[in-house]
T-cell receptor, first 112, second 114 residues
Framework: GNSVTQMEGPVTLSEEAFLTINCTYT??????LFWYVQYPGEGLQLLLK?????DKGSNKGFEATYRKETTSFHLEKGSVQVSDSAVYFC???????????FGTGTRLKVLA | DADVTQTPRNRITKTGKRIMLECSQT?????MYWYRQDPGLGLRLIYY???????NKGEISDGYSVSRQAQAKFSLSLESAIPNQTALYFC?????????????FGPGTRLLVL
């Protein structure tokens, strides 16, 4: 079945450091891939998405590229801020199905 | 105003009690979902509904029931609460039209069963 594996946290970085959170997936067909972010006390909100191979999603300085050959969708940001501290979830969805598959989440803590 | 709202935001109840969590949306989406979030387990799907007359079990539906009262409202009930149902519960919506079906989440209900 479909699955998503993301790196375990917590990840602790200093402000302005480079961020990578790894995400790999297994899926039949051609899923859409997502990164969601959950700030403390809030629900998940979409950070970025990509719907086909080689697409790059980007938002708020974050980027991720849909790599079919390595079945990956790693999240990157060049310079993190304290306000980026949150839990990040990688997810996939195959069109025509009900099921979203979420990773277990990676907690990011950015220190000033 | 938030597009997806949940009430209550926090709830403490006792084992054996029946409780209802409510979700409303103003996004006009046809699809609604209930998830629970537990530390280290990510999100797990409890129930989902593609329209008012289409309700389906997710991966962990035992001990839960739902009601889709209208396109905009989807309630989750715990018939007889037990301590291992202590979790953070999220409602979500999506629109199947368009490319890349994004889910939109409510703020969550934190439930403690004593």
């Amino acid at each position: 079945g479909n699955s998503v594996t993301q790196m375990e946290g917590p990840v602790t970085l200093s402000e302005e450091a480079f961020l990578t959170i790894n995400c790999t997936y297994t899926a039949t067909g051609y899923p859409s891939l997502f990164w969601y972010v959950q700030y403390p006390g809030e629900g998940l909100q979409l950070l970025l998405k990509a719907t086909k191979a080689d697409d790059k999603g980007s938002n708020k300085g974050f980027e991720a590229t849909y790599r079919k050959e390595t079945t990956s969708f790693h999240l990157e940001k060049g310079s993190v801020q304290v306000s980026d501290s949150a839990v990040y979830f990688c997810a996939l969805h195959t069109s025509g199905t009900y099921k979203y598959i979420f990773g277990t989440g990676t907690r990011l803590k950015v220190l000033a | 105003d938030a597009d997806v709202t949940q009430t209550p935001r926090n709830r403490i109840t006792k084992t054996g009690k029946r409780i209802m969590l409510e979700c409303s949306q103003t996004k006009g989406h046809d699809r609604m979902y209930w998830y629970r979030q537990d530390p280290g387990l990510g999100l797990r799907l409890i129930y989902y509904s593609f329209d008012v007359k289409d309700i389906n079990k997710g991966e962990i539906s035992d001990g839960y029931s739902v009601s889709r009262q209208a396109q905009a409202k989807f309630s989750l009930s715990l018939e007889s609460a037990i301590p291992n149902q202590t979790a953070l519960y999220f409602c979500a919506t999506s629109d199947h039209r368009g490319e890349g079906e994004t889910q939109y989440f409510g703020p969550g209900t934190r439930l403690l069963v004593l």
